[in-house]
Nanobody, 126 residues
Framework: QVTLIDTGGGLVQAGGSLRLSCVAS????????AAWFRQAPGKEREFVSA????????YYADSVKGRFTISKDNAKNTVYLQMKNLKPEDTAVYYC???????????????????WGQGTQVTVSS
């Protein structure tokens, strides 16, 4: 069993920055792929970014490429999402997710991930 606690959300003006953190407990995080998804009011949950278990291979949604950076610190059992140049359309609840790696893992699919954080609100004002 893995428990994820995601933090770091808040209110920021457009063009500002935030860093989200997701701390895992319960089992070693080393063999787990991790991701961030988000859900805006009235919309479905969408993929934002993911990273391989080793932290070497990142994935990004087109809407955040060049603005967001995902990283994984296995020594700290933590995944980060550095968000820069935030836009009002980035406003959403952001969720951390994790699942043990396997061959053929579909990083962008929420259905691949068994473990989820409770979510942290990000609000970007114009």
């Amino acid at each position: 069993q893995v428990t994820l606690i995601d933090t770091g959300g808040g209110l920021v003006q457009a063009g500002g920055s935030l860093r989200l953190s997701c701390v895992a407990s319960g089992r070693t995080f080393v063999t787990y792929n991790a991701a961030w998804f988000r859900q805006a009011p009235g919309k479905e949950r969408e993929f934002v970014s993911a990273i391989s278990w080793s932290g070497d291979i990142p994935y990004y949604a087109d809407s955040v490429k060049g603005r967001f950076t995902i990283s994984k610190d296995n020594a700290k059992n933590t995944v980060y999402l550095q968000m820069k140049n935030l836009k009002p359309e980035d406003t959403a609840v952001y969720y951390c997710a994790a699942e043990k790696t396997r061959a053929g893992f579909q990083f962008v699919s929420q259905y691949e991930y068994k473990y989820w954080g409770q979510g942290t609100q990000v609000t970007v004002s114009s």
